[in-house]
């Protein structure tokens, strides 16, 4: 980490906490161009925070493996012989070569293409050429195995972090996570489709997760995919019904939210009779969900038709259909990960047409990512220039105007017009991550969800 102690000399806590006013809602534009800023970003969130591996349908088997990222370390997420899944530093350690090259597949063992060295499925160090002739036996193999992620799951989603004192996934995710991976299973079990799409935009990866919760850009931003009539926006907007939560460690869901006083009509309706209200309401309305989804999402958290962010960049699209992972790639560079979900025992037909749909919705070919990506790297492009990164960026919207309630199961909801407080949640919670030193002094430091007014 010594890395992070030099620039730690320039970004000292002070600098970094006058980057962001969340009374003013005034972003410092180097937060999205600044290089050391970067650097300790890949310390202090991303090595340090629970990050998004894999969902469990895309390991079934021992041996099936991928390769993703914590930050910009290169992981082997593979299943075990015992059915465990093991998150693994992508570095032999003889000479540092990278171990596996493949972005995904089934493999018995990893065997480095540079000497020869063959690690386990679980890391050890099996073999070894030369080992009692070259080596005169002087090797330790024990100590040499491949260095270890923690791993821990949620609802059969898996995360690594590479911090020993983080506290359990469960904790992190808190109600808020929980209830955005929740939102993800609200309508039964599910599997991620084969293959993940991967495309990179030149931007700043933390403007790719705050768009998530604007609902402001829509109507303009996505005007021709309304007018091809691809998609209805008054029907998936609800400028006035919108919902933010805001959760521990940077969580938050935005976005339209069904009126309390329309949850309690649903709520004494049997899954039938939710099936056929979906059935009967206009196409492109959100399903309404079973009455089992209150468990995972809560009783506040079933009302949410919005996206929710697992700190620091794991969205979940509306109703849970895709979720796409920003991997940082430099301060300008953003690498998408877009990962298709679909019902588990739907028919094959019917996959192949949500898959069509999905693929024309986000990702590399989907409509609605061509127009943010276009504005997401200029924003980021002007975050460079000496005189356009004085100005800063105004994230005020909403600020003053709305009252966070607090539900039974403990969300913190604000409910009203379209805002930006969950953008403002988001470069609050950055300062925090960004200002700890260590898991304890986040923990003892970091914003509570607000109450009162905001
Ligand atoms: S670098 Fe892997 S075996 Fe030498
Ligand atoms: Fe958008």
Known sequence: MADGANIAETWDKASIESLFDPATGRLDRRVLSDEGLYRLELERIFARGWNFMCHESQLKDPGDYLVSYIGEDQVIVVRDEDGQINAMLNTCRHRGNAL??????RAKSFVCSYHGWNYGLDGKLIGVPGRSTFYHNDLDRSQLGLAKARVESYLGFYFATLADEAP????????????????????????????VQKNVIDCNWKIAVDNLFDW???????????????????KIQHPKNQ???????????????????????IDPLSDAERAAMSSAAPEGSPRIRPQSATSLMGTAGVRSEGHPNIFPNLWITISGAQICLRLPRGPSRTELWWFTVVPKDAPARAKREMIRRMNHVFGPSGLLEQDD???????????????????????????????????????HIIEGLISEHGQRWLYRAWTDWMVACDWAELEANHALPPTGVV
């Not at 596996?100 to 597949?105: L, N, P, V």
């Not at 359990?168 to 293959?195: K, N, P, Q, Y």
């Not at 309304?226 to 209805?232: E, H, Q, T």
């Not at 939210?257 to 009509?265: F, H, L, N, W």
């Open 216 to 234: 402001y850009h829509v109507p303009y931003s996505h005007a021709s995919a309304d007018a091809a009539g691809f998609f209805n926006i008054s």
């Open 168 to 195: 359990s996934l469960h904790d992190f995710l808190g109600t808020t996570g929980r209830t955005g991976l929740g939102m993800v299973c609200a309508h039964g079990e599910i599997e991620f489709v084969e293959g």
């Open 243 to 265: 919902m933010v939560m805001l959760g521990e460690y940077g969580h938050a869901i935005g976005g339209p939210g069904i009126p309390q006083e329309m949850q309690d009509r």
């Open 100 to 105: 596996c090259r493949a972005e995904q597949g």
């Open 373 to 411: 990506g276009e504005n997401w790297s200029q924003s980021t492009r002007s975050a460079r220039g000496v005189a356009s990164r004085e100005l800063g960026q105004h994230i005020q919207m909403g600020i003053g105007h709305d009252q966070v309630t607090v539900s039974d199961d403990g969300e």
